[in-house]
């Protein structure tokens, strides 16, 4: 069955989004990058295999995204079992470099739990 609800409105939306930004910011790709890029971007659709993954998932979002909408953040960690999510307050697309010294011992603390298991 496909659940296409929150996701046909959610995924509208982060790719109005993407198509908006990438025309204001260019995001410093060459004009054929951005266009693959929302190709590529457009077509992807893992919706209905969300709720398979049975791998131990930490999900990781800026509230600041303006790329990625934040809303993503909740729609995956309902969708994905037992998924652990984090919300890096003024963080944008690239949180990992915005809130590295937080965002490293999350992802680090993450990955050592697997190995203890």
């Known amino acids: 069955m496909n659940d296409t ?3 046909s409105t959610a995924i509208a939306r982060a790719q109005d989004g993407i198509a908006l930004s990438y025309q204001r910011q260019g995001c410093g790709l060459p ?4 266009h693959g890029h929302l190709v590529a971007s457009n077509g992807h659709d893992a919706w209905d295999a969300l709720s398979l993954i049975t791998a131990p998932t930490l999900i ?3 509230d600041q995204d ?3 909408p934040p809303d993503n953040l909740s729609l995956l960690a309902a969708r994905i079992p037992d998924a652990r999510t984090h919300l890096f307050p003024g963080a944008r697309h690239a949180y990992f ?3 590295r010294t937080e965002a490293g011992p999350l992802v680090e603390a993450f990955l050592g739990e697997g190995e203890r298991s």
């Open 5 to 7: 609800g929150p996701r």
């Open 31 to 34: 004009p054929h990058a951005r």
């Open 60 to 62: 990781l979002h800026g």
């Open 66 to 68: 303006r790329l990625t």
């Open 97 to 99: 470099e915005e809130c």
